[in-house]
């Protein structure tokens, strides 16, 4: 009879090495409501991470959860592929009425399999058949997910080196900022496309984040964004925004790319688009563009029905007026605040991102983690983000109290100040 090493909790004995949030934050978690989370001995923690964005409106949004129950009680709909479903119909009405024509789109919903990555691979599949070609622009420090064709337009090497194979069908080139002050880099980029011995072959597609979640919390510039676009068009790419990470409301509008006033050719879309956590991937796709034949781009979970009910009620709720963009701008400023103390106390640090998708730059990834360390010991879920980890990320979900708002502030703040000598300026590397 084998015998059950002990010291090893089962997490540790049975879970694969792949994980890797949890081995952060060494606790269990049972419940969460709103910005805080509760593990098993009744400590409550406020939540900065909000499922890596995929909480933007908080755990358990009563509206949401009771829509859910009632869904539940009245034995709707489980699983339905991609049948016509009711819900499936509520919530592309929903979505119509509030998202899409206020900002005068046509795109169509394709419903892909329930990941972000998963949207990536159906763009860049879109993106190919529409255009004959086969390469696709992407960027520096860009992160689109980890399988095969979106891990090719991934930047991070840690990732990259997972695949076990050669990578390929994707150009590099440097995102906003990359280069230093003084050198645009949608100038290279236009360098490159426009000289026929470049080596750069045609592309079908440029695909980019207004905000780069994962490498960085790099912010590229509106009139940036509008210089890809226009390259893109002219040189007849499809453009591809990845707003998985920083739409739904978390970088200030509904649509991340809004403030640069683009119109994407492809909106890839995951996350927070449930409203509730639940898994679902969505690619925005112009009319002209939706040539895929049927299952095409295949899968057993097209859609899933419990996230069409909390999504349309995360429409309804908070999307109907402006009201709430008006009041995540408010708390942007209580974020952006409290991260300029931080980044007050560090020699050459300096704050990164837009809206309530910010951060700082503390210098080194062993600070970043250390005052993260520190914060979850004091009561706070916060991650780090960066080639090197070396950003602080706040992440909290958009409806998060004021007061919670300043409170989890403080702790990042009182975190900083315990990892160093009293009195004694924390020095970036």
């Given at each position: 009879m084998t015998?059950q090493p002990?010291?090893?909790?089962?997490f540790?004995?049975?879970e694969?090495e792949?994980?890797?949030?949890?081995?952060?934050?060494?606790?269990?978690f049972?419940?969460?409501?709103?910005s805080e989370?509760?593990d098993e001995?009744g400590?409550?923690y406020?939540d900065?991470?909000?499922g890596?964005s995929?909480l933007?409106?908080?755990h358990?949004?009563?509206?949401?959860k009771?829509?859910?129950?009632e869904?539940?009680?009245?034995d709707?709909?489980?699983?339905?592929?991609d049948?016509?479903t009711?819900?499936?119909k509520?919530?592309i009405e929903?979505f119509e009425?509030?998202?899409?024509e206020p900002?005068?789109?046509?795109?169509?919903?394709?419903?892909?399999g329930p990941?972000?990555?998963?949207a990536?691979?159906?763009?860049m599949?879109?993106?190919?058949?529409?255009?004959g070609r086969?390469?696709v622009?992407?960027?520096?420090?860009?992160f689109?997910?980890?399988?095969?064709?979106?891990?090719?337009?991934t930047?991070?090497?840690?990732?990259?080196g997972?695949?076990?194979i050669?990578?390929n069908?994707?150009t590099?080139?440097p995102?906003?900022g990359y280069?230093?002050e003084?050198t645009?880099?949608?100038?290279?980029?236009?360098?490159?496309?426009?000289?026929?011995?470049?080596?750069m072959?045609?592309?079908?597609?440029?695909?980019?984040?207004?905000?780069?979640?994962?490498?960085?919390?790099n912010a590229?510039r509106?009139e940036w964004l509008?210089?890809?676009?226009e390259?893109a068009?002219?040189?007849?790419a499809?453009l591809?925004?990845?707003?998985?990470?920083?739409?739904c409301?978390?970088?200030g509008?509904?649509?991340?790319?809004?403030e640069?006033?683009l119109k994407?050719d492809?909106v890839?879309?995951a996350?927070?688009?449930?409203?509730?956590?639940?898994?679902?991937g969505?690619?925005?796709?112009?009319?002209?563009?939706?040539?895929m034949?049927?299952?095409e781009?295949?899968?057993?979970?097209?859609?899933?029905?419990?996230?069409?009910?909390?999504?349309?009620?995360a429409?309804e709720k908070?999307w109907?007026?402006?009201?709430f963009?008006?009041d995540?701008a408010?708390r942007?400023d209580?974020v952006e605040?409290?991260?300029s103390?931080?980044?007050?106390?560090i020699?050459?640090a300096?704050l990164?991102?837009?809206?309530?998708?910010?951060?700082v730059d503390v210098?080194?990834?062993?600070l970043?983690?250390a005052?993260?360390a520190?914060?979850?010991?004091n009561g706070l879920?916060?991650?780090?983000?960066?080639?090197?980890d070396?950003?602080v990320k706040v992440l909290a979900?958009?409806?998060?109290?004021d007061e919670t708002?300043?409170?989890?502030?403080?702790i990042v703040?009182d975190a900083a100040r315990?990892?160093?000598?009293p009195?004694q300026?924390?020095a970036?590397?």
């Amino acid at each position: 009879m084998t015998t059950q090493p002990t010291e090893l909790n089962v997490f540790e004995r049975r879970e694969s090495e792949a994980r890797s949030y949890c081995r952060g934050f060494k606790t269990t978690f049972t419940s969460a409501s709103g910005s805080e989370m509760t593990d098993e001995s009744g400590q409550t923690y406020i939540d900065f991470l909000a499922g890596c964005s995929s909480l933007n409106y908080g755990h358990n949004d009563p509206d949401m959860k009771a829509a859910l129950i009632e869904h539940l009680t009245n034995d709707g709909i489980a699983h339905g592929l991609d049948l016509h479903t009711n819900t499936k119909k509520d919530f592309i009405e929903a979505f119509e009425r509030h998202i899409l024509e206020p900002r005068g789109m046509d795109h169509k919903l394709m419903f892909v399999g329930p990941t972000g990555a998963n949207a990536v691979e159906a763009a860049m599949k879109i993106a190919r058949k529409v255009t004959g070609r086969t390469n696709v622009i992407s960027f520096t420090n860009g992160f689109h997910g980890v399988t095969l064709g979106a891990l090719a337009a991934t930047g991070n090497s840690y990732h990259r080196g997972g695949a076990g194979i050669e990578l390929n069908g994707v150009t590099r080139m440097p995102y906003d900022g990359y280069m230093g002050e003084g050198t645009d880099t949608a100038d290279i980029l236009e360098t490159m496309l426009e000289d026929k011995s470049s080596g750069m072959d045609a592309p079908a597609a440029i695909i980019v984040e207004h905000v780069q979640g994962e490498g960085g919390l790099n912010a590229a510039r509106p009139e940036w964004l509008r210089r890809v676009a226009e390259l893109a068009k002219k040189h007849g790419a499809l453009l591809i925004v990845d707003d998985i990470q920083a739409g739904c409301g978390r970088t200030g509008d509904f649509f991340g790319f809004e403030e640069a006033g683009l119109k994407p050719d492809l909106v890839t879309m995951a996350k927070s688009v449930s409203g509730f956590g639940l898994p679902m991937g969505l690619v925005l796709v112009k009319p002209e563009h939706d040539i895929m034949g049927p299952a095409e781009h295949n899968g057993t979970f097209r859609g899933n029905t419990h996230a069409f009910v909390t999504a349309r009620v995360a429409i309804e709720k908070f999307w109907a007026d402006d009201a709430f963009a008006k009041d995540i701008a408010r708390r942007a400023d209580i974020v952006e605040k409290g991260l300029s103390a931080l980044a007050a106390m560090i020699p050459g640090a300096y704050l990164k991102g837009r809206g309530m998708m910010r951060g700082v730059d503390v210098g080194s990834g062993e600070l970043a983690a250390a005052i993260c360390a520190k914060a979850f010991e004091n009561g706070l879920v916060i991650e780090t983000s960066g080639p090197e980890d070396e950003v602080v990320k706040v992440l909290a979900p958009l409806t998060t109290p004021d007061e919670t708002l300043g409170k989890g502030l403080a702790i990042v703040l009182d975190a900083a100040r315990e990892i160093v000598e009293p009195g004694q300026k924390i020095a970036a590397e």
